[in-house]
């Protein structure tokens, strides 16, 4: 929990590359983060590494989510995908 923090401590001042590497540690940490790898991905995506967010992206779809969640990321993984 406390690289998910700093993270978003870091998301919140814009300080990208800080908060990713700060997720990146927590998902180390315990790779059942669902939260982490959402958060991830949209930092990728953000920062246009496109590929790097699809597979987080992916990752999170693996999870136990709602119905409603998995299809609006199935979705955004689409219009991702088309910008490759």
Not at 25 to 37: E, G, Q, R, S, W
Not at 42 to 51: M, N, P, V
Not at 64 to 77: A, G
């Amino acid at each position: 929990l406390i690289y998910y923090s700093l993270a978003q401590a870091y998301e919140a001042n814009n300080e990208i590359d800080k908060a990713i590497s700060n997720y990146l540690k927590a998902i180390a940490v315990n790779d059942k983060f669902t939260l982490a790898h959402k958060k991830v991905g949209i930092l990728f995506l953000a920062r246009e590494d496109y590929s790097d967010a699809i597979e987080y992206f992916e990752n999170y779809l693996g999870f136990d989510i709602p119905q409603e969640e998995k299809e609006n990321i199935e979705k955004l993984i689409e219009r991702v995908r088309a910008k490759l």
